[in-house]
């Protein structure tokens, strides 16, 4: 639920609202204001309770409304070991709807919370204000598959409980 999440910033204001998505879904729309400080900045979407991802994702897909000012977006997450993370997706430097893919890192602890959507601007000479949306959160993970049932293979040259006695050639395995 969008209006369920709230605004949270460090050196910028904004705000955050709902919004609709590119394909008519719930989307969150958050302005932001980069132009009163020089210092790293960020406008931040946060989650009323972490959302846990199912399984263990290569990566985290979601639709941007870029706004053209090179923001940098990141996904704040929690990962299994406890830790908090930030996987980075692509600067915006687009106007309009385009989805992002968000690689997770591999060695990366499962299962995945995600806490935020941060928006962040990291040069001090650029100031500026605007805003961005938020649509179609997905995990990219590898489908289910059925493992095939592997036949018992029975090969007559491999004694495994007998005697080769009546065998011309004998081999014998060793080992400590």
């Known amino acids: ?5 709230t605004f949270r910033s460090d050196r910028a204001t904004g705000d955050i609202s709902t919004a609709v998505g590119p394909n008519g879904e719930p989307a969150l729309k958050l302005n ?10 960020g406008a931040y979407a946060v989650a009323p ?4 991802i199912a399984g263990q994702p290569k990566a985290i897909t979601m639709w941007v409304h870029g706004d053209g000012n090179n923001t940098w977006p990141r996904l ?16 915006t430097d687009w106007t309009g709807w385009k989805q992002v893919t968000f690689t997770v890192p591999v060695g990366t602890a499962f299962p995945l919370k995600l806490e935020r959507i941060r928006m962040m601007e990291t040069s001090a000479a650029r ?24 036949s018992v293979v029975h090969d007559p040259l491999i004694v495994t409980n007998g005697t080769v006695d009546d065998r011309s050639q004998r081999i014998a395995v060793m080992s400590d």
Do not use: H
Request: charged share 15%; aromatic share 10%.
């Open 1 to 5: 639920n969008g209006a369920d999440w």
């Open 32 to 41: 932001y204001d980069f132009a009163s400080s020089t210092g790293t900045r």
């Open 49 to 52: 309770e972490p959302i846990e």
């Open 76 to 91: 704040q997450m929690k990962t299994g070991a406890g830790t908090t993370i930030n996987i980075d997706g692509a600067y």
């Open 127 to 150: 100031q500026y204000t605007g805003e961005t949306m938020f649509a179609g959160i997905t995990a990219v993970v590898a489908p289910d598959v059925d493992q095939p049932t592997a």
